[in-house]
C-alpha cells in the first residue's frame, strides 16, 4: 500500500488493488507513465488523473481492461500508444460498466476503446487510432455525451472509422469527423440501434466504397 496513489504504475495498480475510492494521484502536471504490462481492473474502483496523467503502452500491449464484475471510473486519465491488434481494443477493453471522463485515448493500434459491457464516455477525445475510434459490440450498451472522435482509421474489417456499434449507440453533443474507414462508415458503421442528438458527423470518408 506504499505506492498507493503515487503518480505511477504501481500507484494505479495499488489504487485498484484497494478498490473504491476515489483515489487522486497527484502528478505534479502533466506525466506521461509507459507500463509494463496491461493493467486488469477485477473491482469497483474510481480513479482520478486531474488530467495530468498520461499511460502510454509504448505500443507493446493493451493498456486497461475492465473484468464483467467490475464497476470502473477512469477520469482525467489519458490512455495513449496501446497496442491490440488481435482483440482490436488497444487502450481499453471493457467487459464491465465504465465511466470515462475527461480523457483522451489517441494513437492506440487495435482500437481505442471496445465495449462489451455498460460503457459511459464524456467530454473524452478519441483520437488518431488504427483500428477505430470506438468499437461497441452486439448487446452492449453504448452513451457518448460532449466529445470529440476525429482522425480514427478503420481495422482489416474496413468497418466504421469513427465508431462501429452492433449494440444500443447513445451520441449526445458529440462531433464526429475526419475519420476513415476501407469499406463503409468513415464516422459511424452502425448495425444495432443509434440516436444520434445535436451531434455532428461530417467530413468522414470511406477508400473503396460508399458510405462515408
Known amino acids: 500500500q506504499d505506492d498507493l496513489c503515487s503518480c505511477n504504475e504501481a500507484g494505479v495498480r495499488a489504487a485498484i488493488a484497494?478498490?473504491?475510492?476515489?483515489y487522486t494521484f497527484d502528478c505534479g502536471g502533466p506525466q506521461t507513465i509507459k507500463t509494463a504490462a496491461e493493467i486488469v481492473i477485477s473491482d469497483d474502483v474510481i480513479l482520478d488523473g486531474g488530467?495530468?496523467?498520461?499511460?502510454?503502452?509504448?505500443?507493446?500491449?493493451?493498456?486497461?481492461?475492465?473484468?464483467?464484475?467490475?464497476?470502473?471510473?477512469?477520469?482525467?486519465?489519458?490512455?495513449?500508444?496501446?497496442?491490440d491488434m488481435?482483440?482490436?481494443?488497444?487502450?481499453?477493453?471493457?467487459n464491465g460498466t465504465l465511466l470515462l471522463r475527461d480523457s483522451v485515448l489517441s494513437t492506440?493500434?487495435?482500437?481505442g476503446l471496445r465495449n462489451f459491457g455498460a460503457a459511459t464516455i464524456d467530454n473524452c477525445m478519441i483520437s488518431d487510432n488504427q483500428g477505430g475510434g470506438l468499437r461497441?459490440?452486439?448487446s452492449a450498451a453504448m452513451t457518448l455525451t460532449d466529445s470529440t472522435v476525429s482522425g480514427n482509421v478503420s481495422d482489416s474489417f474496413g468497418l466504421g472509422g469513427?465508431?462501429?456499434?452492433?449494440?444500443?449507440?447513445?451520441?449526445?453533443g458529440n462531433t464526429i469527423s475526419g475519420n476513415v474507414?476501407?469499406?463503409?462508415?468513415?464516422?459511424?458503421?452502425?448495425?444495432?440501434?443509434?440516436?444520434?442528438?445535436?451531434?455532428?458527423?461530417?467530413?468522414?470518408?470511406?477508400?473503396?466504397?460508399?458510405?462515408?
Open 18 to 22: 484497494a478498490g473504491g475510492g476515489p
Open 51 to 83: 488530467g495530468d496523467l498520461v499511460l502510454d503502452g509504448d505500443f507493446d500491449h493493451r493498456v486497461f481492461t475492465v473484468d464483467a464484475t467490475a464497476n470502473a471510473q477512469l477520469l482525467g486519465i489519458d490512455v495513449i500508444q496501446g497496442n
Open 86 to 94: 488481435t482483440n482490436r481494443a488497444g487502450a481499453i477493453l471493457n
Open 108 to 111: 492506440n493500434i487495435g482500437g
Open 136 to 138: 461497441n459490440e452486439f
Open 162 to 172: 469513427g465508431i462501429w456499434s452492433d449494440g444500443a449507440l447513445l451520441s449526445i
Open 181 to 212: 474507414a476501407g469499406a463503409h462508415g468513415g464516422g459511424i458503421y452502425n448495425s444495432g440501434s443509434l440516436t444520434l442528438i445535436n451531434s455532428t458527423v461530417s467530413g468522414n470518408a470511406v477508400t473503396s466504397a460508399v458510405g462515408g
